[in-house]
């Protein structure tokens, strides 16, 4: 049942990064299939958007994540279909008033720079930054991509992902982010 508060809904491009789950192109959209003891399970652009649009008054595009860890050839190719991802959900979306979030994600900050650079025109009513959560020990190299996607989408809100530590929330917030998600509380 849905809360009534407002909601933010997530794509769940988090789960690329688990054992059972692959990034595959499918007509140039990027699709998660995540195998289970019931078999595979896939999760298209368009089963976000759906349930987003039922449940959601925030909702962001479906991401993967690239690991500093990633293979560059796998880095560049989940990028593309993140972009792809989010231009298909800018042109199909139909509930205007719930806010759609482009999400970014890259390896550095040129590619997150670039990323962004590729929402800046599309009419998105946000930005949110993937992939911070494995480089929060560098924390001036997060600034400085935050800092990189700000300056590509200057007159868009910025989400974060995974960053939720008070400190570190401050320190964003500070830097032009206007809003974050984490789970730490659950730890």
Request: glycine share 8%.
């Amino acid at each position: 049942e849905r809360p009534d508060l407002p909601l933010l809904i997530d794509s769940g491009g988090f789960a690329s990064l688990f054992q059972n789950a692959t990034v595959k192109s499918v007509a140039g959209l990027g699709v998660l299939q995540s195998t289970t003891d019931n078999g595979t399970e896939t999760l298209h652009p368009r089963d976000v958007l759906e349930f987003q649009e039922e449940q959601a008054d925030v909702a962001f595009t479906l991401d993967f994540p690239i690991p500093p860890s990633m293979a560059l050839s796998e880095g560049r190719r989940r990028n593309k279909l993140t972009i792809a991802n989010a231009r298909w959900a800018i042109e199909n979306r139909r509930r205007k008033d719930m806010l759609l979030y482009a999400c970014v994600q890259g390896w550095d900050v040129t590619s997150y720079r670039a990323c962004a650079i590729a929402y800046a025109d599309l009419g998105f009513d946000g930005i949110a930054i993937g992939g911070l959560v494995p480089r929060i020990s560098d924390m001036d190299g997060v600034l400085a991509i935050v800092d990189a996607v700000k300056d590509a989408v200057p007159n868009k809100p910025l989400h974060v992902f995974g960053l939720g530590k008070p400190d570190t929330v401050e320190i964003l917030f500070n830097r032009g982010v206007s809003s974050v998600d984490s789970s730490s509380y659950v730890k």
